[in-house]
């Protein structure tokens, strides 16, 4: 008799996860995934901001799951899924069947309308994503040195984060500790007291799902860095030259987007309900109504915690408890056993603003400064994937903060 066929779409926090707790599995399982590497997201922008390379932050999938025999992995990007032939259709037009599936197609960023804007203000989802932002921060840096004209100069040394989320607020505190610190003494024809960083958030207050008290904080250590922090606050237009602000237009060569997600086109090919940015609506075993076969989870499951009644946050620690109980249900389906729903263990959030800087939610206890900087410092490398970037990530970071130099101030292309 053969062996049932599970396939599970994307490789980030959910999907390695799914795959991991099928290691023993009596199935034949297929990740299909469109790079060949899983990606440790929050620490995205730290390879934007040139603390961290590429390498530090992913590792190959097939050398995570090397030694999972039950597991075949292909690098490929799914045009759509035809649920009712249990059939996945490629972008190459080749078709894979399943028996079981798990979509875990994370999320990309979502400009509300503009689609056009992405050109010029790139959002932070890959690591193209991120080494693409480096390069426009560190070339920009370059261009200012070599411009004369003072408003032209201005223009290139303006920064401007849209968005007021972890993203935007951890980004918008590396780029003020690389204007303010690591080019100190390094250009000669402008000072860095002339840099300026804009984060822009359209509500009253950054890091919105956290306490107020925390919010706060946050924007204090922000404006300590030399950033000026703009909230209920609108973006109306974006420009290669410019963005504009309300009423404010701002001239600026750099624009980092990090104010919105949404999620891949490609599950509305499952015609199934979605809600407004584009996730599918689960049950509480997060499977599809009707078709207990699929699941869906991490950033493109719409699902409601069964505590607060809210729908949960497309954040890494849902996608990774997620993927752990997609992997306990499948065990049981594929023993036709019962299936309890999924429950969220919410253990708290935290970001970073700066090297010691940092604020933290765990178990109800709020945390700031140095003491949430070493906790989220802790936990982050605790769940990054392989001993050899767990080192090199926290000997980077010791660099960093002993000699307040960036280690990864590499413009590999002559564009910006």
């Given at each position: 008799m053969a062996r049932p066929k599970v396939v599970i779409i994307g490789g980030g926090f959910a999907g390695l996860n799914v795959a991991k707790g099928l290691s023993s599995a009596n199935a034949d399982i297929l990740m299909i995934d469109r790079t060949n590497h899983h990606l440790f997201q929050p620490l995205l922008y730290q390879v934007a901001t040139a603390t961290l390379s590429p390498r530090d932050i992913a590792a190959p999938l097939r050398s995570i799951l090397r030694e999972q025999k039950n597991l075949k992995i292909e690098m490929a990007e799914v045009a759509s899924i035809d649920k009712t032939q249990r059939a996945i259709h490629l972008s190459?037009?080749?078709?894979?069947?399943?028996?079981?599936?798990?979509?875990?197609?994370?999320?990309?960023?979502?400009?509300?309308?503009?689609?056009?804007?992405?050109?010029?203000?790139?959002?932070?989802?890959?690591?193209?994503?991120?080494?693409?932002?480096?390069?426009?921060?560190?070339?920009?840096?370059?261009?200012?040195?070599?411009?004369?004209?003072?408003?032209?100069?201005?223009q290139y040394l303006t920064y401007?984060?849209?968005?007021?989320?972890?993203?935007?607020?951890?980004?918008?505190?590396?780029?003020?500790?690389?204007?303010?610190?690591?080019?100190?003494?390094?250009?000669?024809?402008?000072?860095?007291?002339?840099?300026?960083?804009?984060?822009?958030e359209g509500a009253p207050r950054v890091l919105m799902p956290y306490p107020e008290s925390l919010s706060a904080i946050a924007k204090d250590n922000l404006e300590e860095m030399g950033v000026e922090v703009r909230l209920n606050s609108i973006v109306t237009d974006i420009q290669p030259d410019g963005i504009q602000i309300g009423d404010e237009w701002i001239a600026t060569k750099t624009i980092v987007w990090a104010a919105g997600n949404m999620a891949s086109p490609m599950l509305k090919t499952l015609g199934v309900p979605v809600d407004r940015i584009g996730r599918?609506?689960?049950?509480?075993?997060?499977?599809?109504?009707?078709?207990?076969?699929?699941?869906?989870?991490?950033?493109?499951?719409?699902s409601i915690d069964l505590k607060t009644k809210a729908p949960?946050?497309?954040?890494?620690?849902?996608?990774?408890?997620?993927?752990?109980?997609?992997?306990?249900?499948?065990?049981?389906?594929?023993?036709?056993?019962?299936?309890?729903?999924?429950?969220?263990?919410?253990?708290?959030?935290?970001?970073?603003?700066?090297?010691?800087?940092?604020?933290?939610?765990?178990?109800?206890?709020?945390?700031?400064?140095?003491?949430?900087?070493?906790?989220?410092?802790?936990?982050?490398?605790?769940?990054?994937?392989?001993?050899?970037?767990?080192?090199?990530?926290?000997?980077?970071?010791?660099?960093?903060?002993?000699?307040?130099?960036?280690?990864?101030?590499?413009?590999?292309?002559?564009?910006?």
């Open positions: 190459d037009g080749t078709t894979r069947d399943y028996d079981h599936l798990v979509v875990a197609v994370g999320s990309r960023h979502s400009y509300f309308g503009h689609p056009e804007w992405e050109a010029i203000a790139p959002g932070l989802k890959t690591l193209q994503d991120a080494v693409r932002i480096r390069e426009k921060i560190l070339s920009s840096l370059e261009i200012a040195e070599r411009v004369a004209d003072k408003e032209d100069q201005r401007v984060i849209v968005g007021g989320g972890p993203t935007g607020v951890e980004m918008a505190g590396a780029i003020a500790e690389i204007a303010k610190k690591s080019i100190k003494d390094e250009f000669r024809t402008f000072d860095i007291s002339e840099t300026r960083i804009i984060l822009v599918v609506e689960v049950a509480p075993d997060l499977t599809i109504p009707g078709y207990p076969e699929i699941m869906v989870i991490g950033d493109c499951s719409m949960l946050p497309g954040i890494g620690p849902v996608a990774m408890q997620q993927g752990h109980y997609a992997a306990r249900a499948l065990t049981l389906r594929l023993s036709n056993k019962k299936v309890p729903p999924f429950e969220y263990f919410d253990k708290g959030t935290m970001a970073t603003i700066g090297h010691g800087r940092a604020v933290a939610s765990v178990f109800g206890l709020q945390f700031s400064g140095l003491i949430a900087w070493i906790l989220w410092s802790i936990i982050h490398v605790a769940y990054l994937v392989g001993f050899r970037n767990k080192v090199v990530v926290m000997l980077e970071w010791a660099w960093s903060m002993i000699s307040t130099k960036r280690s990864v101030r590499l413009i590999a292309h002559s564009k910006n």
